[in-house]
C-alpha cells in the first residue's frame, strides 16, 4: 500500500503545510493529496509542490463538480501536469449540498449525471481535443485548451453511496474513499467492481484511495478533537447515511437531533467512543500502523494521511504533526517497497 499524506492547512496554516508536505517526500511517503473544503483551494498547495518535490504524486482528493466550469478545471489540472512532469492525478467529487449551495452559492443537482458528464468532458479537454456538449447537466461549445500537449491526467471519483460508487468503477481511474472502515471499503469495492462490468477493464490499474485521519502519539486529550472532527461529518446527511450503512446510524441520529437543536456540545458529546475508534486512527506509532495495516488488506492500494493534533497554536502543530510524519515514515521501514500506480499503468 502507497502511503500519502494531506497538507493540514487547517491545522498549520498553508505555508507550513506545504513545508510539512515536501518533508514528507523526502521521509518516503509516495503521495501528496489535497483536499478543499474551506480552508486553502485544493491547487494552490500542489502548484507550490510541483516546484518543491520530484518523486511524491500530487493530487486532489477531492473538488467539487459543480463550483468549477470542466473546461476551467480541464486546464487548471493540465496546468499541474506540466508544472509537475506528469505526476498529477485529478481527484474531483460531488461533495455536499451544504457545501456547494450554502458556501459556494451553486446549484447542487442531479450528482450521477454530474459527475459522468464532468469527467468526460475533463477528459476530452485535457486530450486535446476540440469538446462540445449538450448534456442533461453539462454545456460546453466549441472549447479547446491553448497550450502544449501534457501527459494523461488520471481521474478519480469521490464515493461513498452504492450508486457513485459503481459510477467510479465504469468510468474512473480510481476511487476516493472517507469515512469508511476496512470493512466498509471492502463492501464499497463490491459496488465499484459492479461499474467495472461494464468497461473492458480488469482493474489491475485501477486506484483505491482513502483519507484517513490519523493522530500519532497525541495525548489522550486528542479523542475529543476527534469527536469534534467526526461530528462535522455525522451531521451532513450524505455522510450519516455512511455512517448508517456501517452500522451506526443510531448513533449519527442522535448526533444530528442534537445539533439541529443548537445543543452543539451535547452533539459531540453523543459520539460513541466505538464510533472514533473505528473511523480515527490513533494511538502508538506501532497501533497505528497495524490500523493501516487492516486497510491495505481491505484492499485500499494509497492510504491518504489527514494529520490531527490538538497542539495550541499552529506552529506547536506543525511541530508535532512533523514528528508524527517522522514516526511512520516509510523510509524507516523495512521493506519500503511501494507498489507504483500512474499514468503507465491506468487503463
Request: overall charge negative; glycine content about 8%.
Amino acid at each position: 500500500m502507497r502511503l500519502g499524506v494531506t497538507p493540514p492547512v487547517e491545522m498549520t496554516g498553508v505555508r507550513a503545510a506545504v513545508d510539512l508536505a515536501a518533508r514528507a517526500e523526502d521521509l518516503g511517503y509516495t503521495d501528496v493529496f489535497s483536499s478543499e473544503v474551506g480552508s486553502a483551494d485544493a491547487f494552490s498547495p500542489l502548484a507550490a509542490l510541483a516546484e518543491r518535490t520530484t518523486r511524491v504524486r500530487l493530487g486532489t482528493a477531492l473538488v467539487p463538480v459543480f463550483t468549477r466550469p470542466p473546461a476551467l478545471l480541464a486546464m487548471t489540472a493540465a496546468s499541474l501536469q506540466s508544472l509537475s512532469g506528469g505526476r498529477f492525478v485529478l481527484g474531483v467529487g460531488a461533495s455536499t449540498a451544504n457545501i456547494v449551495e450554502r458556501w459556494m452559492g451553486q446549484e447542487f443537482r442531479d450528482p450521477l449525471t454530474r459527475v459522468r458528464e464532468y469527467v468526460h468532458a475533463v477528459r476530452r479537454i485535457v486530450a486535446g481535443d476540440k469538446v462540445s456538449v449538450e448534456g442533461r447537466e453539462i454545456r460546453i461549445d466549441g472549447f479547446r485548451r491553448q497550450a502544449e500537449p501534457v501527459p494523461p491526467v488520471p481521474i478519480h471519483v469521490g464515493a461513498l453511496g452504492p450508486r457513485m460508487c459503481s459510477l467510479a468503477g465504469e468510468i474512473a481511474d480510481g476511487v476516493q474513499f472517507a469515512l469508511m472502515t476496512p470493512e466498509g471499503v471492502r463492501g464499497a469495492m463490491n459496488d465499484v467492481t459492479r461499474g467495472m462490468r461494464h468497461t473492458p477493464r480488469d482493474g489491475a490499474g485501477f486506484d483505491v484511495l482513502q483519507r484517513i485521519p490519523i493522530a500519532v502519539d497525541e495525548p489522550e486529550p486528542v479523542s475529543e478533537l476527534a469527536r469534534r472532527f467526526l461530528t462535522g461529518y455525522a451531521i451532513v446527511p450524505t455522510y450519516a447515511s455512511a455512517l448508517e450503512r456501517q452500522g451506526f446510524g443510531d448513533a449519527a441520529a442522535r448526533v444530528a437531533r442534537a445539533w439541529a437543536a443548537g445543543d452543539r456540545a451535547k452533539a459531540v458529546s453523543l459520539l460513541p467512543d466505538e464510533l472514533v475508534d473505528a473511523f480515527f486512527v490513533h494511538g502508538t506509532a506501532s497501533e497505528c500502523r497495524a490500523r493501516l495495516d487492516e486497510y491495505a488488506r481491505a484492499g485500499v492500494r494509497t492510504a491518504v494521511l489527514m494529520h490531527l493534533s490538538i497542539g495550541g497554536t499552529p506552529e506547536e502543530r506543525a511541530e508535532r504533526i512533523a514528528s508524527q510524519l517522522d514516526a511512520l515514515s516509510p523510509a524507516s521501514l523495512d521493506p519500503p517497497a511501494q507498489q507504483p500506480i500512474g499514468p503507465s499503468d491506468v487503463t
